[in-house]
């Protein structure tokens, strides 16, 4: 009866200690969550802190001010530059490299046709003015004996400097068409009109018409199309420098295989044939 009781007394006190040791843990996990929960309220608030009453900029790059390098508020402001200053480098570099290769596409085919990565059209051409590249001058304005107006310009460079041919010949002046198609056409010419004071007195218009003409010649058809005419009415210039004028026009025309492409001009004894300012080209679109 004894031995009884003392084992029941004997369980009793071993299930208090499990629920006391319980009790203890459990009282133990809810402190010190609750402490940690504090720490880290304490310290968003701190870093919040930092950033609304310190300045990024001060004694980052002070190399004499070791005392706020053990600060938290340092660390935490350095930390920040450090991770806004990275994102706006990489965003800066993803932005300036786009722009670069976007410029770079449209000047590079014609600069150097066969950088790789930069696709020609199929069929492409871009000439450039060539000193002495007019006929003979004929009368303004009237009909040549080959059926067209104007005075036309002989040569153009296919293959030296921002000239190049893709698929495409270049003879007599003439743009050879390979293949059938929708083809954009362009042409620049460039005009140096001289002053009245260069003229020395010459007997002069007030004005004069520069025109340029773009021609296509077929085989089938014996007297050349006129495709697209441009002009300017100008006046001769009264002062000490010379007048300087450009007619630029560009369209798209259907072609056949064996059309020729040619360009000609008014007032030719006053065009200069300058490569970047006089050109004639055209590539297939479609």
Same mark, same amino acid.
């Given at each position: 009866m004894a031995i009884s009781i003392s084992v029941q007394c004997l369980g009793?006190?071993?299930?208090?200690?499990?629920?006391?040791q319980t009790i203890a843990v459990a009282v133990s996990?809810?402190?010190? &969550?609750?402490?940690?929960?504090?720490?880290?309220?304490?310290?968003?608030?701190s870093s919040v802190s930092c950033l609304i009453n310190t300045n990024l900029h001060s004694g980052l790059d002070d190399p004499a001010s070791e005392d706020k390098k053990s600060?938290?508020?340092?660390?935490?402001?350095?930390?920040?530059?450090?991770?806004?200053?990275?994102?706006?480098?990489d965003r800066f570099q993803k932005e300036i490299s786009g722009a670069m290769r976007n410029k770079l596409t449209g000047v590079l085919p014609m600069l150097s046709p066969g950088v790789r990565g930069v696709p020609?059209?199929?069929?492409?051409?871009?000439?450039?003015?060539?000193?002495?590249?007019?006929?003979?001058?004929?009368?303004?304005?009237?009909?040549?004996?080959?059926?067209?107006?104007?005075?036309?310009?002989?040569m153009w460079e296919g293959k030296r400097g921002l000239s190049f041919l893709q698929n495409m010949e270049l003879?007599?002046?003439?743009?050879?068409?390979?293949?059938?198609?929708?083809?954009?056409?362009?042409?620049?010419?460039?005009?140096?009109?001289?002053?009245?004071?260069?003229?020395?007195?010459?007997?002069?218009e007030d004005g004069a018409q520069l025109v340029q003409y773009i021609y296509k010649k077929m085989s089938s058809y014996t007297v050349p199309i006129l495709l697209m005419k441009s002009l300017r009415s100008v006046c001769w210039p009264?002062?000490?420098?010379?007048?300087?004028?450009?007619?630029?026009?560009?369209?798209?025309?259907?072609?056949?295989?064996?059309?020729?492409?040619?360009?000609?001009?008014? &007032?030719?004894?006053?065009?200069?044939?300058?490569g970047r300012a006089s050109y004639f080209g055209a590539f297939l679109v479609g």
């Open positions: 009793i006190i071993i299930l208090a200690a499990i629920l006391l996990f809810i402190y010190f &969550n609750k402490v940690l929960s504090t720490m880290r309220e304490s310290f968003s608030r600060d938290p508020c340092w660390q935490v402001t350095k930390q920040l530059r450090y991770h806004i200053e990275k994102k706006m480098a020609l059209p199929e069929v492409a051409a871009h000439v450039t003015g060539v000193v002495s590249s007019l006929a003979p001058p004929t009368a303004e304005s009237s009909w040549s004996s080959g059926g067209y107006l104007g005075e036309r310009i002989r003879r007599g002046g003439e743009l050879l068409v390979p293949k059938a198609g929708l083809y954009y056409i362009y042409a620049q010419t460039y005009f140096r009109l001289p002053s009245l004071v260069e003229m020395e007195g010459d007997a002069k009264r002062g000490q420098e010379p007048g300087l004028f450009s007619l630029h026009q560009a369209g798209t025309a259907f072609l056949q295989p064996a059309d020729r492409l040619f360009v000609t001009v008014s &007032n030719a004894s006053t065009m200069e044939m300058d």
